[in-house]
């Protein structure tokens, strides 16, 4: 069976200072994964994913993750904060199932202070 | 992006009555579409898969005959809670896929907040 995990529940960062959102992750072969982002009240908005190729990817407002094989992790990183960074992040692992459902980790909270 | 549209964004129903929540897949054509159970400050849940022209396939612990789910069109995915009671109150979002497969991201609704009184 496939899993995330996200040992962080909560990530404080300075404004400017570069943050990292931890995230490891169990499947069998290969791991499509991702990195949602959601604001209170919302639907989760798509970041950035890994299918195959480079193992840096870049995605949306400034943010990229580093797609580590021998350690199954797939951290998110951004070199400079912003308090509008604040929100809740979810790691997530796709595909090797059926129907492709996506499974989420726990989710880890995010506070940049100005 | 590929955008989904969920309806309602809010609901607040009586206790013992059903409440009907759609996602549609506003440019795309889905499949299959997800929906999740979110409680407050925790992850989302997978409740079931819904496939379109079949029935859903439920996740363990989750009651079929409660969460009702019918998928009747590539753009359209509803859930209705049924004999709804307190504890069903939750936030409830749905996902659905782009035709290209397992590897492509996920795009969700807006979440529905649903509370029963």
């Known amino acids: 069976a496939q899993s995330v995990a996200q040992p962080e529940d909560q990530v404080n960062v300075a404004e400017g200072n570069p943050l990292t959102v931890k995230c490891t992750y169990s499947?069998?072969?290969?791991?499509?994964l991702f990195w949602y982002v959601q604001y209170p009240n919302r639907g989760l908005q798509f970041l950035l994913k890994?299918?195959?190729?480079?193992?840096l990817v870049k995605g949306s407002y400034g943010f990229e993750a580093e797609f580590n094989k021998s350690q199954t992790s797939f951290h998110l990183k951004k070199p400079s904060a912003l308090v509008s960074d604040s929100a809740l992040y979810f790691c997530?692992?796709?595909?090797?199932?059926?129907?492709?459902?996506?499974?989420f980790g726990a989710g880890t909270r995010l506070f940049v202070k100005a | 992006g590929a955008v989904v549209s969920q309806h309602p964004s809010r609901v607040i129903c009586k206790s013992g009555t059903s409440v009907k929540i759609e996602c549609r897949s506003l440019d795309f054509q889905a499949t299959t579409m997800f929906w999740y159970r979110q409680f407050p400050k925790q992850s989302l849940m997978l409740m079931a898969t819904?496939?379109?022209?079949?029935?859903?396939?439920?996740e363990q612990g989750v009651e079929k005959d409660k969460f009702l789910i019918n998928h009747a069109s590539l753009t359209l995915s509803t859930l209705t809670v049924t004999s709804a009671h307190p504890e069903d109150s939750s936030f409830y979002i749905c996902?659905?896929?782009?035709?290209?497969?397992?590897?492509?991201?996920?795009?969700f609704g807006q979440g529905t907040r649903l509370t029963v009184v």
């Open positions: 890994y299918i195959t190729g480079d193992n």
């Open positions: 996902s659905a896929r782009d035709y290209g497969g397992e590897n492509t991201e996920a795009f």
């Open positions: 997530a692992v796709s595909g090797n199932t059926g129907g492709f459902k996506t499974i």
């Open positions: 819904s496939n379109e022209g079949s029935k859903a396939t439920y």
């Open positions: 499947v069998s072969g290969n791991p499509y």
